[in-house]
C-alpha cells in the first residue's frame, strides 16, 4: 500500500514539509524521502524504540532530510501552520472516541495545505465511533466537516489490489482535506 500512498502525494506536489503522525520506526518516510529528496520529511510517534532505531535506520541509509521524533498527536511539538502536510497511516484507529476531535484539531493546527489519512471510513457510523477488531472505525467526511469545508474533502476508496481482503478492503479510505 505504500506505492498507491506515495502516488497520491504527487497529486499535492510542489511542497515542501511532510509530516507523518504515528511513523513507527518511518517505513512511509523512507518511501517520501526517495520520491521528494528535496522535501524535509517529519515523523512523530509515542514509541521511543521506534524512533531510535528509525533514526539511526534512516541515517545508516543517508537520508538526512528525515527527522523522527517522540510525540504525542493531541499535543503536536510544532507551530501553527508550519508542516505543509500532515497524514497518517492507519493511526486514527488507534485514537479513542475521547481524543479523536482534538488529534484532528492538532494536525489541522500544524498542517499549511493537507491533511491525508488512510483509515477506516464508514459512512453509515455517522458521528458515532464504531470499534472493531481493526480498530476505530468512523466517519471522518461528518469529523472534518468541523475544521474544513465539505468541497474541500475528498474520499478516495482504497482499490482492491492494495487491501484485498478484511475490513480493509470495504472501508479502507484515502480522505484528503485541502485547504
Given at each position: 500500500h505504500r506505492e498507491w500512498l506515495m502516488k497520491q502525494f504527487d497529486g499535492?506536489?510542489?511542497?515542501?514539509?511532510?509530516?507523518?503522525?504515528g511513523c513507527g520506526y518511518g517505513p512511509n518516510l523512507e518511501h517520501l524521502a526517495r520520491r521528494f529528496p528535496d522535501v524535509q520529511v517529519l515523523g512523530?510517534?509515542?514509541?521511543p524504540n521506534s524512533v531510535r532505531e528509525g533514526n539511526v535506520r534512516l541515517a545508516e541509509l543517508g537520508f538526512?532530510?528525515?527527522?523522527?521524533?517522540?510525540g504525542r498527536a493531541d499535543a503536536l511539538p510544532f507551530t501553527d501552520r508550519s508542516i505543509d502536510i500532515v497524514f497518517t497511516d492507519a493511526t486514527l484507529l488507534y485514537i479513542g472516541p475521547d481524543k479523536i476531535m482534538k488529534v484532528i484539531a492538532e494536525m489541522t493546527r500544524v498542517s499549511r495545505r493537507a491533511l491525508l489519512f488512510i483509515e477506516l471510513h464508514d459512512m453509515e457510523s455517522g458521528s458515532r465511533h464504531v470499534y472493531t477488531e481493526d480498530g476505530w472505525v468512523r466517519d471522518y467526511r461528518?469529523?472534518?466537516?468541523?475544521?474544513?469545508?465539505?468541497d474541500s474533502l475528498t474520499l478516495t476508496k482504497i482499490p482492491a489490489g492494495v487491501w484485498s481482503e478484511g475490513r480493509w478492503a470495504r472501508l479502507g479510505y484515502l480522505i484528503t482535506a485541502r485547504r
Open positions: 499535492l506536489y510542489p511542497f515542501t514539509s511532510v509530516l507523518e503522525i512523530i510517534d509515542i514509541n538526512n532530510r528525515v527527522r523522527l521524533a517522540m461528518k469529523l472534518l466537516n468541523h475544521f474544513f469545508s465539505d
